[in-house]
């Protein structure tokens, strides 16, 4: 396969040394910058993400800076989610939506105080989106993309490479909580979260002049848990049902059609741009929704949707699918019709390589 050639368009991340140094093999475009997509492989990475401890490179989950008196006026404008609740030193995930109720992002919202948030984006120009609305709006807030870059440290032996790096305190953080710890004199906000399910932190590393120094504490720290470089995998996000923005739906797509309907507070949400459309759409109910399914036989890669089909008629797409060595199937996600989105309806899937044989199921393996 071709190489990304380097551009000032395809930017590199404070971590980028670190990674090139690990052997990474594989890189994709995420936000105009490098994620790296596997290192051993996916199927070895898999496995020691399962039952050791990685640092990921997650920095292309740039961050929109909201910071002024109109600030939590603007991040309820932006998503169906009521935020009156939502606490400094909280994480919501967050839905955003255009007019007609369509997916922006599916981000993480950062509290850092009352008049100042981080919005944590999957792969799109939200950015200009929400610069628009301000300024439309006339808002007394500040929108602008700060020198933030996430690193993420996740496994089942997260916390304790983290306790060694930033002290017993992380352990106490509780999921999609923050705390606000120190790294050689400075203040960097710690979330228990993460793009997997086998638990972890995100470091929001403020300053690109400490990433390495971080990557490689936590690389001396972490020497005897086997720590590794590693990224998102996409069996194991198939697996536990982790939705990527742009594959798995897009602006088409409503947080119902989603799956992500329980975010939405409709009712209670007043001032999102997207509350109208979305009121109907809780009212009457989606016509498809994001499914788990299985499929027999071997698969190819899964780079563009695959047709779901029933008695010779589509009834949905699958957008991600990888063979799962724990699961003993193929796994995927996809989005199916109401009329075919039973647990237990047989499908099959018009892939490259031929017609397989699919089943809805009833949840996701993870």
């Keep these: 396969m071709a190489v990304i050639s380097p551009s000032r368009r395809v930017r ?40 050791h401890v990685q640092v990921w490179d997650v920095a292309c989950e740039r961050q929109v800076e909201v910071r002024g008196p109109d600030a939590a006026r603007l991040m309820q404008m932006l998503t169906p989610r009521d935020l009156t609740r939502m606490d400094v030193g909280q994480c919501y995930y967050v ?7 369509g997916m922006l992002n599916d981000p993480v919202a950062v509290k850092l105080a009352e008049d100042h948030y981080w919005i944590s984006i999957a792969d799109s120009d939200l950015l200009l989106w929400v610069k628009a609305v301000a300024l439309g709006y006339r808002l007394d807030v500040l929108v602008d993309e700060p020198d933030v870059s996430p690193l ?12 060694r790096v930033f002290g017993e305190a992380v352990r106490s953080i509780r999921f999609f909580r923050f705390a606000m710890l120190p790294f050689e004199g400075r203040y960097l906000a710690v979330a228990r979260s993460g793009y997997s399910k086998q638990g972890g932190f995100e470091i929001y590393v403020n300053g690109s002049d400490i990433g390495m120094p971080l990557w490689d504490a936590l690389f001396k720290a972490g020497e005897d848990l086997n720590v590794r470089a590693g990224c998102p995998n996409l069996i194991e996000r198939i697996e536990g049902g982790l939705l990527s923005y742009g594959n798995d739906m897009t602006r088409d797509n409503t947080p119902h059609e989603a799956g992500l309907g329980k975010f939405c507070n409709t009712t209670s949400a007043i ?70 989105w039973d647990a237990g309806t047989k499908l099959e899937v018009e892939t490259p390589a031929g017609m397989r044989p699919a089943m809805v199921q009833d949840k996701f393996w993870i």
């Design 12 to 51: 590199r991340t404070p971590f980028t040394p670190g990674v090139e140094a690990a052997g990474v093999k594989g890189y994709t475009v995420y936000n105009r910058m490098l994620l790296p997509t596997f290192f051993e492989g996916v199927v070895e990475d898999y496995r020691h993400l399962k039952s």
């Design 95 to 101: 839905p955003m939506v255009d007019e007609t109720g």
């Design 152 to 163: 993420a440290v996740q496994g089942p032996k997260a916390d304790e490479l983290m306790a």
């Design 271 to 340: 001032g999102c741009i997207g509350r109208d459309a979305l009121l109907r759409v809780a009212k009457e109910g989606p016509v498809q929704q994001i499914r788990a399914i299985s499929i027999d036989g071997e698969i190819p890669a899964c780079d563009r949707p695959w047709p779901l089909m029933a008695g010779g008629k589509k009834v949905g797409q699958v957008t991600s699918a990888a063979r799962s060595p724990d699961f003993n199937t193929n796994v995927a996600i996809g989005m199916v019709r109401m009329t075919h």
